[in-house]
């Protein structure tokens, strides 16, 4: 389930001992859920009005030109009608032969069964019908639940997903008092790091699970001991 635990997921994913993972998914998944990171790279955001955003996200066809351009020509996706042609070109893509087409089609079938269930079971169904309690995650960014392996649904999308550092943490050591240390673990004299450049992101003030939207308290924190000592 990319997005809830990337520690997590990704511990799971480097544990097979591959460094790639699949997501298979519908058009009409890729329609609501796709887009890229930054404002400044998707064109239905760009004009700095909400009235843009809704409409295209309320009225366009298809995914944003963006999302689609990576669909149709990006080397990791694959665009398949039928799921026998879809998972055949997953293990040709790879050259690892490693998804079975029977089960992952009874994973599938599994989560499509309980898209009818009002009590579901699964997970991911779970999480959806959550979001979608938000009515701005139910008109932009979620779609409607629906089965992956119905055809009016399609066609069927498959993306390898590939492990890789989107960003860093951290990367200064400090003492308590925001100080730069050197490699002997001496402070070094005038240079002070403070935030998320001290590396209290990656394991310090939030522990290794830090999560996102609670490093301003740290970023005050720690400037604040830097400007007093300095």
């Known amino acids: 389930m990319p997005g ?19 997501f298979v998914l519908t058009q009409k998944i890729i329609e609501k859920e796709f887009a890229l990171s930054g404002s400044e790279q998707n064109h239905d955001l760009t004009s700095g009005k909400w009235s843009a955003v809704l409409k295209a996200r309320l009225l366009g066809k298809g995914a944003t030109k963006e999302v689609e351009a990576f669909k149709e020509h990006g080397e990791d996706f694959i665009v ?33 069964g309980q898209i009818d269930n009002t009590f579901t079971k699964d997970a991911q169904v779970m999480a959806l019908l959550a979001a979608r309690n938000y009515r701005g995650d139910r008109l932009i960014r979620t779609a409607k639940p629906h ?30 008092s925001s100080r730069c240390l050197s490699g002997d673990g001496t402070p070094l004299p005038g240079l002070f790091a403070a935030g998320e450049v001290a590396g209290f ?4 003030y939030h522990g290794y699970n830090a999560l996102e939207g609670t490093f301003l308290g740290g970023c005050i924190f720690s400037g604040r001991a830097a400007g007093r000592v300095a």
């Open 201 to 204: 992101g990656g394991g310090g």
């Open 147 to 176: 089965k992956i392996l119905d055809p009016a649904n399609g066609p069927l999308i498959a993306v390898r997903l590939n492990v890789l550092t989107r960003k860093s943490l951290g990367g200064l050591e400090t003492d308590l």
């Open 80 to 112: 398949a009608t039928d799921f026998s042609d879809m998972v055949r070109r997953m293990n040709a893509m790879t050259g690892d032969n490693l998804i079975d087409e029977d089960r992952l089609r009874r994973q599938i079938e599994a989560r499509d």
């Open 4 to 22: 809830f635990d990337t520690t997590g997921t990704l511990k799971r994913i480097l544990s097979t001992g591959h460094d790639y993972s699949w």
